[in-house]
């Protein structure tokens, strides 16, 4: 996934995606439609087939292909919902990928104390009905969460680490109060 962030970038495919529509269309396209069939694949194996070798091998291999495939039909998505002027359906989420690392970092953390053994372990405990809402939930806790902090601060704390370790000195945090 660098490796195609890095190509998609050295094209400037998202710094212009009205002049890149075609291509990105396709790429949706594809990746939705190869990449939704193969999740829903998935699940049926998950929720379906007996837990044999051969269904845990047939599992992981329809999620190895299934992720990638769908995250490069959503990228391509929210570009095409950009370049078509709807940028206000997406501007909810912003203050979040202003803070990407933080918030990875945040959900990584969070749902391993609850769902990992050394938390609460409760991997297993609860179905997909259950699952998807926490998730949203989260992710609207995390959106919340940044949209207050960037009121106040210029980034994210672990994007502020690391913007200071890559500048070699303490960056300014606070913002400046106009």
Same mark, same amino acid.
């Given at each position: 996934? *660098?490796?195609?962030?890095?190509?998609?970038?050295?094209? @400037?495919?998202?710094?212009?995606?009205?002049?890149?529509?075609?291509?990105?269309?396709?790429?949706?396209?594809?990746?939705?439609? @190869?990449?939704?069939?193969?999740? *829903?694949?998935? @699940? $049926?194996?998950?929720?379906?087939? &007996?837990?044999? &070798?051969?269904?845990?091998?047939?599992?992981?291999?329809? #999620?190895?292909?299934?992720?990638?495939?769908? $995250?490069?039909?959503?990228?391509?998505?929210?570009?095409?919902?950009?370049?078509?002027?709807?940028?206000?359906?997406?501007?909810?989420?912003?203050? @979040?990928?202003?803070?990407?690392?933080?918030?990875?970092?945040?959900?990584?953390?969070?749902?391993?104390?609850? *769902? #990992?053994?050394?938390?609460?372990?409760?991997?297993? !405990? +609860?179905?997909?009905? +259950?699952?998807? &809402? *926490?998730?949203?939930?989260? +992710?609207? +806790?995390?959106?919340?969460?940044?949209?207050?902090?960037?009121?106040?601060?210029?980034?994210? &704390?672990?994007?502020?680490?690391?913007?200071?370790?890559?500048?070699? !000195?303490?960056?300014?945090?606070?913002?400046?109060?106009?």
């Amino acid at each position: 996934m *660098f490796l195609v962030g890095l190509w998609v970038g050295r094209r @400037a495919i998202y710094a212009d995606p009205a002049a890149h529509r075609a291509f990105l269309r396709r790429v949706a396209t594809i990746g939705l439609g @190869a990449g939704l069939p193969l999740a *829903f694949a998935r @699940a $049926a194996v998950d929720l379906g087939a &007996p837990e044999t &070798p051969a269904t845990l091998v047939l599992a992981e291999a329809l #999620y190895c292909l299934s992720t990638p495939t769908l $995250a490069l039909g959503y990228a391509a998505g929210a570009a095409l919902l950009w370049a078509n002027g709807r940028q206000r359906l997406l501007e909810w989420a912003a203050p @979040a990928g202003r803070m990407a690392l933080t918030n990875y970092l945040m959900q990584t953390i969070l749902q391993s104390l609850i *769902f #990992y053994g050394w938390g609460l372990a409760l991997t297993g !405990k +609860f179905g997909l009905v +259950f699952i998807y &809402p *926490f998730a949203l939930a989260l +992710f609207a +806790f995390q959106v919340t969460y940044s949209r207050r902090w960037l009121a106040h601060y210029r980034f994210g &704390p672990v994007e502020w680490v690391w913007r200071s370790l890559t500048y070699g !000195k303490r960056q300014p945090m606070i913002r400046e109060l106009v």
